[in-house]
């Protein structure tokens, strides 16, 4: 039931999952921990305490030489020019026509911009940037050289400054430092793909270990759990965030997969022609929608009205923290006002569902002092 | 550890147990480990006829959907309906307050395994 891992690439931490007994599965070409104990448990550590996922599979692309800012501009739709040195954003690859090649975050660091991508697209990405480059820029693909270790929940901030020699309160969401955690160099970044505080941990690969080794000592008695790929999956979709492949590709645009707000339309960028006509007439937009019975959605899952097939499902599951079952579906955006009735059509059996906004869940508020 | 003596099992991963003239039905200790968080069971009414082998009910984990197998032939005599409120019991204690349904007027499946051909065969399987 789990997919062969034989040919997948292994993390610097794949030894450390081993003796953590994880499941693991093949994802994006990686052999990943699927779970340590129970997706569950690790899912409400994450909400309720702290919990640590291996990252190590996602793609890093450094950018830099003097047209480097010229560059990034041209392949990224959001107008990145503001963003200031120590600040990340989220925004989208897209090809000419406008569909996402991928999603990812822009981290703005002296003297040019890394970007931050899904695992299974990083070559793809790669040979992508570097064919629009001109010589003004260098691109290098670095994710095999750089380690990343996410620490979310309420108690994550703490944990993490608990092992680093600066003071992290002034890091804001969305920004980073760079600086020693657990005695080794690290990039340490307010960010995360789960709906709680915390931080994403950059290192060298050999000293990955040995920051994975000192998180999880030191947040044991602080309720850290390490967690796998299904706890950050069923974590982001509570979160509303999307998955690349499941929830967007290259046959959806960003305006259909509901981030129009990491686009800048009036930006000259790959796509952008396509966004502005596109624009004009959206056909589609991403729900969310609440199970109104017991069963589970899943991607693929046709949405219906009136017995008419009017969009699929894109990632759905249970929410742990809710109590109820979600999904984010690709609809037509007249259909997708909250309190709508549809329908799911679960193994040829149409469950009751309704339209509700996104995210499903937002934190409580943003905590400073990362306690509880 | 359960005492999985005199119990059989499909290569689908159910198990049997007989009950009086009843069979009761589960699926074992390496299906729930590899299903992983059970969320949701869709099972049959009480009184529908199954087949050895045929689809019995879908059950579903964080992970995927699946199907579940009866591992003989027979009339539901009864489902778990603690498992609509309780699905992870199945993780818990799949050879106890897990068990799904009860069989009667069973018509008995001589392919399924005994524990030691059961733990062989599952040796076999990824882990």
Same mark, same amino acid.
């Not at chain 1, 993390?11 to 990943?32: C, I, K």
């Not at chain 1, 965030?241 to 960003?254: A, I, V, W």
């Given at each position: 039931?789990?997919?062969?891992?034989?040919?997948?690439?292994?993390?610097?931490?794949?030894?450390?999952?081993?003796?953590?007994?994880?499941?693991?599965?093949?994802?994006?070409?990686?052999?990943?921990?699927?779970?340590?104990?129970?997706?569950?448990?690790?899912?409400?550590?994450?909400?309720?305490?702290?919990?640590?996922?291996?990252?190590?599979?996602?793609?890093? @692309?450094? +950018?830099? %030489?003097?047209? $480097?800012?010229?560059? /990034? !501009?041209?392949?990224?739709?959001? &107008?990145?020019?503001?963003? *200031?040195?120590?600040?990340?954003?989220?925004?989208?690859?897209?090809?000419?026509?406008?569909?996402?090649?991928?999603?990812?975050?822009?981290?703005?660091?002296?003297?040019?911009?890394?970007?931050?991508?899904?695992?299974?697209?990083?070559?793809?990405?790669?040979?992508?940037?570097?064919?629009?480059?001109?010589?003004?820029?260098?691109?290098?693909?670095?994710?095999?050289?750089?380690?990343? @270790?996410? +620490?979310? %929940?309420?108690? $994550?901030?703490?944990? /993490? !400054?608990?092992?680093?020699?600066? &003071?992290?309160?002034?890091? *804001?969401?969305?920004?980073?430092?760079?600086?020693?955690?657990?005695?080794?160099?690290?990039?340490?970044?307010?960010?995360?793909?789960?709906?709680?505080?915390?931080?994403?941990?950059?290192?060298?690969?050999?000293?990955?270990?040995?920051?994975?080794?000192?998180?999880?000592?030191?947040?044991?008695?602080?309720?850290?759990?390490?967690?796998?790929?299904?706890?950050?999956?069923?974590?982001?979709?509570?979160?509303?965030?999307?998955?690349?492949?499941?929830?967007?590709?290259?046959?959806?645009?960003?305006?259909?997969?509901?981030?129009?707000?990491?686009?800048?339309?009036?930006?000259?960028?790959?796509?952008?022609?396509?966004?502005?006509?596109?624009?004009?007439?959206?056909?589609?937009?991403?729900?969310?929608?609440?199970?109104?019975?017991?069963?589970?959605?899943?991607?693929?899952?046709?949405?219906?009205?009136?017995?008419?097939?009017?969009?699929?499902?894109?990632?759905?599951?249970?929410?742990?923290?809710?109590?109820?079952?979600?999904?984010?579906?690709?609809?037509?955006?007249?259909?997708?006002?909250?309190?709508?009735?549809?329908?799911?059509?679960?193994?040829?059996?149409?469950?009751?569902?309704?339209?509700?906004?996104?995210?499903?869940?937002?934190?409580?508020?943003?905590?400073?002092?990362?306690?509880? | 550890?359960?005492?999985?003596?005199?119990?059989?099992?499909?290569?689908?991963?159910?198990?049997?147990?007989?009950?009086?003239?009843?069979?009761?039905?589960?699926?074992?200790?390496?299906?729930?480990?590899?299903?992983?968080?059970?969320?949701?069971?869709?099972?049959?009414?009480?009184?529908?006829?199954?087949?050895?082998?045929?689809?019995?009910?879908?059950?579903?984990?964080?992970?995927?959907?699946?199907?579940?197998?009866?591992?003989?032939?027979?009339?539901?005599?009864?489902?778990?309906?603690?498992?609509?409120?309780?699905?992870?019991?199945?993780?818990?204690?799949?050879?106890?307050?897990?068990?799904?349904?009860?069989?009667?007027?069973?018509?008995?499946?001589?392919?399924?395994?005994?524990?030691?051909?059961?733990?062989?065969?599952?040796?076999?399987?990824?882990?």
């Amino acid at each position: 039931m789990t997919s062969p891992t034989a040919t997948a690439e292994r993390t610097p931490l794949y030894d450390e999952h081993v003796r953590l007994h994880a499941q693991m599965t093949n994802f994006g070409g990686w052999s990943m921990p699927l779970q340590y104990t129970s997706i569950r448990d690790e899912h409400q550590a994450v909400r309720t305490a702290a919990g640590m996922f291996d990252l190590s599979h996602m793609g890093e @692309i450094r +950018v830099t %030489g003097s047209g $480097a800012l010229g560059l /990034v !501009q041209k392949v990224v739709a959001r &107008d990145i020019a503001p963003l *200031k040195v120590g600040r990340a954003q989220y925004t989208v690859l897209c090809n000419e026509g406008g569909g996402i090649i991928d999603d990812l975050l822009v981290y703005a660091e002296d003297g040019g911009y890394v970007l931050v991508v899904n695992a299974g697209n990083q070559d793809r990405d790669f040979d992508w940037i570097r064919r629009h480059a001109g010589r003004d820029s260098q691109v290098s693909n670095v994710g095999r050289e750089t380690a990343l @270790i996410g +620490v979310q %929940g309420p108690r $994550a901030v703490a944990i /993490v !400054q608990a092992l680093a020699d600066q &003071d992290l309160t002034g890091v *804001k969401y969305y920004a980073f430092t760079d600086g020693t955690l657990a005695g080794v160099p690290a990039r340490l970044s307010r960010t995360g793909y789960t709906g709680e505080d915390g931080f994403e941990i950059f290192s060298a690969p050999a000293d990955a270990a040995a920051v994975w080794n000192a998180l999880l000592e030191r947040g044991k008695d602080r309720g850290l759990k390490p967690a796998g790929l299904g706890a950050r999956d069923t974590l982001r979709l509570e979160a509303g965030m999307r998955l690349y492949g499941n929830d967007m590709d290259e046959q959806t645009n960003p305006l259909q997969a509901g981030l129009e707000w990491t686009v800048s339309l009036d930006k000259d960028f790959i796509g952008a022609p396509a966004l502005r006509r596109a624009a004009a007439n959206l056909d589609r937009t991403i729900a969310g929608l609440k199970m109104l019975d017991r069963s589970i959605p899943r991607h693929g899952y046709p949405v219906m009205l009136d017995g008419q097939r009017i969009g699929s499902v894109g990632s759905g599951n249970v929410s742990f923290t809710l109590g109820f079952n979600i999904a984010m579906a690709s609809i037509p955006p007249d259909q997708a006002m909250a309190g709508k009735r549809l329908g799911i059509d679960v193994r040829g059996t149409t469950a009751p569902a309704e339209v509700v906004p996104l995210p499903f869940y937002k934190r409580p508020r943003p905590n400073l002092k990362g306690e509880n | 550890m359960a005492d999985l003596s005199g119990m059989r099992f499909s290569e689908s991963h159910e198990w049997t147990r007989k009950d009086g003239d009843q069979v009761t039905v589960g699926i074992t200790e390496y299906a729930q480990s590899q299903l992983g968080d059970v969320i949701y069971l869709e099972l049959p009414a009480v009184g529908q006829p199954l087949e050895a082998g045929g689809r019995m009910g879908v059950i579903e984990s964080v992970k995927a959907a699946s199907d579940l197998y009866s591992p003989v032939g027979g009339e539901v005599a009864e489902v778990n309906t603690e498992l609509k409120d309780h699905p992870e019991f199945i993780n818990q204690d799949p050879y106890g307050k897990g068990w799904i349904l009860k069989l009667k007027s069973v018509k008995d499946n001589p392919k399924l395994l005994d524990e030691k051909a059961y733990e062989s065969f599952t040796a076999g399987e990824p882990h």
